[in-house]
Nanobody, 119 residues
């Protein structure tokens, strides 16, 4: 079982920055991959950025060059630094962890944190 707690959401004007944090209840080095997803009303949840156990990162095209995912292994924390925010980035952001191997592999979600970008 992995518990994830997000923080850092809020309101910001377009062009501003926010830094989201996700605290994991287990060592993030035991997690296959951690990522940030977002889900706008009426739309499917989409991957924004993820980072593997080995440190490889990937980003959704619309956030490349603006968002950066990082981690602090000692604190079991994953972050999403969001710069040059746009109104279309407004939605709820969720932290996700893929944990376990083979048949026991499971995904865990945080409760979500709201990001609002005003024009």
């Amino acid at each position: 079982q992995v518990q994830l707690v997000e923080s850092g959401g809020g309101w910001v004007q377009a062009g501003g920055s926010l830094n989201l944090s996700c605290a994991a209840s287990v060592s993030i080095l035991s997690i296959n991959a951690m990522g940030w997803y977002r889900q706008a009303p009426g739309k499917q949840r989409e991957l924004v950025a993820d980072i593997t156990r080995g440190g490889f990162t990937d980003y959704e095209d619309s956030v490349k060059g603006r968002f950066t995912i990082s981690r602090d292994k000692a604190k079991n924390m994953v972050y999403l630094q969001m710069n040059n925010l746009k109104p279309e980035d407004t939605t709820v952001y969720y932290c996700h962890a893929e944990y376990g191997l083979g048949a026991s592999r499971r995904g865990f979600w945080g409760q979500g944190t709201q990001v609002t970008v005003s024009s």
